[in-house]
């Protein structure tokens, strides 16, 4: 028999075909320990053979833990479906190695002798399928208190999102019962978590548009966490050639890839300072010309665009459900679009999949028999690259409000129509306007400013905080009180975890999030963990430590973060020092005034004291 290990974190429930698959799926968690590699054997026509199958599989993986699961409703082949089989099924998984066994709770009360004899060589699993009212549950945890709490695990599979909330609140009110809850979120049952067949992330993110970031890479950090990284892909790519970049560079006298790298430079500086998770993939424009050119070939074979006059125009009309994603008519769009009036479209509303280059202009070979060298036009390119890193079609595709339309109406028309596919992107995820102070930001209004700006006298995080106060999908109010706050609490959340190591994620938090990234709900849960962590509960701050982290925050050490002063902010730490240092010896002196004076002085220059029972005198930069 197997010696007992601990129970793992997690359970990865997949059947026995799927086993090596799986152990690449989920190999730093199940090499770690850190998860159960569920066996379904009764999923075999024959269930003994799954003594063989977990013996061969140690063999080759003996550092990972594995479960064998034997389910009583399973009625085929060699396996009758009684208690008496289900528990001689498992006792040969275990002699072959199994650390664990799975046993459902129809089958705890039948067989209670049996289930002490597993007990002793393999840690049991109590499984709770068919939840569906808080009573049946509540009731079975409190007889669960009767067992050694090393002995036993029960997790309980919810049937719907909806039930969740119920299940989380009942391990809160059972806190010696050890609870595994193994829950449904928005994409089923739980078993899909690791499913390879999960697509790819899609964010747009031009170098200014650094709002735009937020809503994809935090999706990016919550499915790399609930499917793991290899299992999301997420692309953010860059325009490098467009008008605008051609007519900056006319102006400066330089190349457009002198130009663009430049700006490309600055732009990943800025995307790190504000904690955003780096991309899997972050393609060009100009290294996918090709793919372009033989989308833009596949449009005009199939008749949804033409050549004019060294043009190649997409035909909206040959689209008859144009303009779903906006939910607006054709004719709608026209008497609110401003479109380029043009000799050569056959319709207002075509628009430009390739253009012949001007003098001085970039250029390349021009598709579908077109002579003159020309350039790709704006929405192709998008198209293109997120054919090329993501496929046909994929899973959610990202961006500002105010590319709805035209930007992703004609994205989604090029790709579905070269495709033939009904969707481009399963889901679309748009971020809100950018308000300053409760104004549109505009240069004309004066408070336009850049993140590089704002960098210089906030820490990236403080910027960051403050715009994950706001639902991504809802305008973001941007004011100097909101940074003050954010800054004032994070000063908070480091002071607490200072010590703390990264704990279990907070389940309300990941609740939160997974319900269209509600940021305001996951930061409430926060707050919470701090009351708590402010009582002094090490979890709590070990909670909200881990917790922070999966949104891109508390990613420094605590001294670090102390450390940090505005550029605008001159500052002498040892002469800060040297002034403390004077007012504790007014204090011992009782010569208040002068103690008075001293932090009267540092106050004027920003410098905010704190003083402390247990430990010396801190000083902070007061916003």
């Given at each position: 028999m197997p010696q007992k290990r601990p129970f793992p974190r997690i359970c990865i429930a997949l059947g026995v075909p799927d086993a090596g698959t799986l152990l690449e799926h989920a190999r730093h968690e199940a090499e770690a320990g850190e998860a159960f590699l569920e066996f379904r054997l009764d999923y075999l026509p024959d269930p003994e053979q799954g003594a063989k199958v977990i013996s061969d599989f140690l063999k080759r993986h003996p550092e990972c833990t594995v479960l064998a699961t034997c389910r009583r409703h399973q009625n085929h082949g060699k396996f009758n479906g009684s208690v008496e089989e289900q528990f001689r099924v498992l006792e040969l998984a275990i002699a072959a190695g199994a650390q664990a066994a799975d046993v459902e709770i129809e089958s705890v009360e039948a067989a209670s002798e049996k289930l002490n004899a597993l007990r002793e060589h393999a840690r049991i699993v109590i499984s709770y399928h068919n939840f569906e009212s808080t009573p049946q549950l509540d009731t079975l945890l409190k007889r669960m208190t009767h067992y050694p709490a090393d002995a036993y695990k029960i997790v309980v599979a919810a049937r719907k999102p909806s039930d969740n909330a119920r299940v989380l609140a009942l391990t809160r009110s059972h806190s010696r019962t050890p609870?595994?809850?193994?829950?449904?979120?928005?994409?089923?049952?739980?078993?899909?978590?690791?499913?390879?067949?999960?697509?790819?992330?899609?964010?747009?993110?031009?170098?200014?548009?650094?709002?735009?970031?937020?809503?994809?890479?935090?999706?990016?950090?919550?499915?790399?966490?609930?499917?793991?990284?290899?299992?999301?892909?997420?692309?953010?790519?860059?325009?490098?050639?467009?008008?605008?970049?051609?007519?900056?560079?006319?102006?400066?006298?330089?190349?457009?890839?002198?130009?663009?790298?430049?700006?490309?430079?600055?732009?990943?500086?800025?995307?790190?300072?504000?904690?955003?998770?780096?991309?899997?993939?972050?393609?060009?424009?100009?290294?996918?010309?090709?793919?372009?050119?033989?989308?833009?070939?596949?449009?005009?074979?199939?008749?949804?665009?033409?050549?004019?006059?060294?043009?190649?125009?997409?035909?909206?009309?040959?689209?008859?459900?144009?303009?779903?994603?906006?939910?607006?008519?054709?004719?709608?769009?026209?008497?609110?679009?401003?479109?380029?009036?043009?000799?050569?479209?056959?319709?207002?509303?075509?628009?430009?999949?390739?253009?012949?280059?001007?003098?001085?202009?970039?250029?390349?070979?021009?598709?579908?028999?077109?002579?003159?060298?020309?350039?790709?036009?704006?929405?192709?390119?998008?198209?293109?690259?997120?054919?090329?890193?993501?496929?046909?079609?994929?899973?959610?595709?990202?961006?500002?409000?105010?590319?709805?339309?035209?930007?992703?109406?004609?994205?989604?028309?090029?790709?579905?129509?070269?495709?033939?596919?009904?969707?481009m992107a399963n889901y679309w995820m748009h971020n809100g306007f950018l308000q300053v102070e409760g104004e549109k930001m505009s240069k004309s209004l004066g408070n336009f400013f850049t993140i590089r700006e704002v960098l210089a006298e906030w820490p990236g995080e403080v910027i960051r905080l403050a715009m994950l106060q706001t639902q991504y999908r809802q305008p973001i109010n941007w004011t100097e009180a909101g940074l003050t706050e954010a800054k004032r609490t994070l000063d908070h959340w480091y002071q607490l975890t200072a010590n703390a190591p990264p704990g279990m994620l907070c389940a309300d938090v990941v609740d939160a999030l997974a319900d269209d990234l509600n940021t305001p709900k996951a930061l409430a849960a926060f707050h919470e963990l701090r009351s708590e962590a402010a009582k002094g509960s090490a979890g709590a701050a070990a909670c909200l430590k881990a917790s922070a982290q999966l949104m891109g925050l508390l990613q420094h050490d605590a001294g670090e973060w102390a450390a940090w002063r505005p550029a605008s902010l001159a500052i002498d730490p040892a002469r800060i020092e040297s002034l403390i240092s004077a007012r504790n010896a007014a204090r011992a002196a009782k010569n208040f005034k002068e103690s008075d004076r001293i932090r009267d002085e540092l106050a004027a220059q920003g410098i905010e004291l704190e003083d402390h029972r247990d430990k010396p005198t801190t000083w902070r930069v007061k916003r």
């Amino acid at each position: 028999m197997p010696q007992k290990r601990p129970f793992p974190r997690i359970c990865i429930a997949l059947g026995v075909p799927d086993a090596g698959t799986l152990l690449e799926h989920a190999r730093h968690e199940a090499e770690a320990g850190e998860a159960f590699l569920e066996f379904r054997l009764d999923y075999l026509p024959d269930p003994e053979q799954g003594a063989k199958v977990i013996s061969d599989f140690l063999k080759r993986h003996p550092e990972c833990t594995v479960l064998a699961t034997c389910r009583r409703h399973q009625n085929h082949g060699k396996f009758n479906g009684s208690v008496e089989e289900q528990f001689r099924v498992l006792e040969l998984a275990i002699a072959a190695g199994a650390q664990a066994a799975d046993v459902e709770i129809e089958s705890v009360e039948a067989a209670s002798e049996k289930l002490n004899a597993l007990r002793e060589h393999a840690r049991i699993v109590i499984s709770y399928h068919n939840f569906e009212s808080t009573p049946q549950l509540d009731t079975l945890l409190k007889r669960m208190t009767h067992y050694p709490a090393d002995a036993y695990k029960i997790v309980v599979a919810a049937r719907k999102p909806s039930d969740n909330a119920r299940v989380l609140a009942l391990t809160r009110s059972h806190s010696r019962t050890p609870l595994v809850v193994l829950a449904v979120g928005e994409l089923g049952f739980p078993t899909r978590v690791l499913s390879p067949a999960f697509g790819g992330l899609y964010t747009y993110a031009a170098p200014t548009a650094v709002q735009g970031t937020a809503p994809g890479q935090v999706s990016a950090r919550l499915l790399r966490h609930l499917y793991g990284a290899a299992h999301v892909t997420y692309v953010r790519n860059i325009t490098d050639v467009d008008d605008r970049i051609n007519a900056r560079a006319a102006e400066r006298g330089i190349g457009i890839r002198e130009l663009t790298e430049a700006t490309y430079a600055e732009f990943h500086e800025d995307v790190a300072a504000l904690g955003c998770l780096a991309p899997t993939v972050e393609p060009r424009a100009t290294e996918h010309i090709e793919e372009m050119k033989t989308l833009i070939e596949r449009l005009v074979a199939a008749g949804n665009a033409y050549v004019a006059e060294d043009h190649v125009l997409f035909s909206v009309p040959s689209m008859p459900d144009y303009g779903r994603l906006a939910n607006r008519s054709l004719e709608e769009m026209k008497a609110g679009a401003r479109v380029e009036v043009a000799p050569y479209k056959r319709d207002p509303m075509d628009f430009v999949l390739w253009k012949p280059s001007k003098p001085g202009e970039p250029a390349w070979p021009s598709p579908s028999g077109i002579e003159a060298p020309g350039r790709p036009g704006w929405h192709i390119e998008c198209s293109a690259m997120s054919w090329k890193h993501l496929g046909e079609t994929f899973d959610i595709h990202g961006g500002g409000i105010d590319l709805v339309f035209p930007h992703h109406e004609n994205e989604i028309a090029q790709s579905r129509c070269a495709f033939h596919s009904d969707v481009m992107a399963n889901y679309w995820m748009h971020n809100g306007f950018l308000q300053v102070e409760g104004e549109k930001m505009s240069k004309s209004l004066g408070n336009f400013f850049t993140i590089r700006e704002v960098l210089a006298e906030w820490p990236g995080e403080v910027i960051r905080l403050a715009m994950l106060q706001t639902q991504y999908r809802q305008p973001i109010n941007w004011t100097e009180a909101g940074l003050t706050e954010a800054k004032r609490t994070l000063d908070h959340w480091y002071q607490l975890t200072a010590n703390a190591p990264p704990g279990m994620l907070c389940a309300d938090v990941v609740d939160a999030l997974a319900d269209d990234l509600n940021t305001p709900k996951a930061l409430a849960a926060f707050h919470e963990l701090r009351s708590e962590a402010a009582k002094g509960s090490a979890g709590a701050a070990a909670c909200l430590k881990a917790s922070a982290q999966l949104m891109g925050l508390l990613q420094h050490d605590a001294g670090e973060w102390a450390a940090w002063r505005p550029a605008s902010l001159a500052i002498d730490p040892a002469r800060i020092e040297s002034l403390i240092s004077a007012r504790n010896a007014a204090r011992a002196a009782k010569n208040f005034k002068e103690s008075d004076r001293i932090r009267d002085e540092l106050a004027a220059q920003g410098i905010e004291l704190e003083d402390h029972r247990d430990k010396p005198t801190t000083w902070r930069v007061k916003r």
